[in-house]
């Protein structure tokens, strides 16, 4: 497999499924679709809130990385192995810790929204 296909199909996946995300979020609190955490499923505004928060980095984090992807793939001279993956995992990765500051920042352990 060639190294472009091989960022097409991790790092061009992933953005294209943050893209899906960022365009057609989940509507109501379900098991199949959406940033589906204990604290994101308590009510319905901590799922709204949740899921615009992960959207918006996953598309940001998604993008990085499938820029990151194709300059490596166009620069390297060596086979491709776990590179592209390591970039799809710290997308992900970052993508959930960054919304759950932001859900610990906005909402108490009981689903209801902080004062500042």
Avoid: H
Wanted: hydrophobic share 45%; charged share 20%; glycine share 6%.
């Amino acid at each position: 497999m060639t190294p472009i296909i091989y960022i097409l199909t991790t790092n061009g996946l992933l953005f294209l499924l943050s893209i899906i995300f960022f365009k057609f979020p989940p509507k109501k609190i379900n098991k199949i679709y959406g940033y589906r955490t204990y604290k994101s499923m308590l009510n319905q505004q901590i799922w709204d809130f949740a899921n615009a928060i992960f959207n918006k980095n996953l598309l940001l984090y998604a993008g990085i990385s499938f820029l990151g992807g194709l300059l490596l793939a166009s620069f390297t001279n060596a086979e491709l192995t776990w590179q592209p993956m390591v970039l799809v995992l710290l997308s992900l990765g970052v993508s959930i810790i960054k919304t759950e500051k932001e859900l610990k920042e906005n909402f108490t352990e009981e689903g209801k929204k902080k004062k500042k």
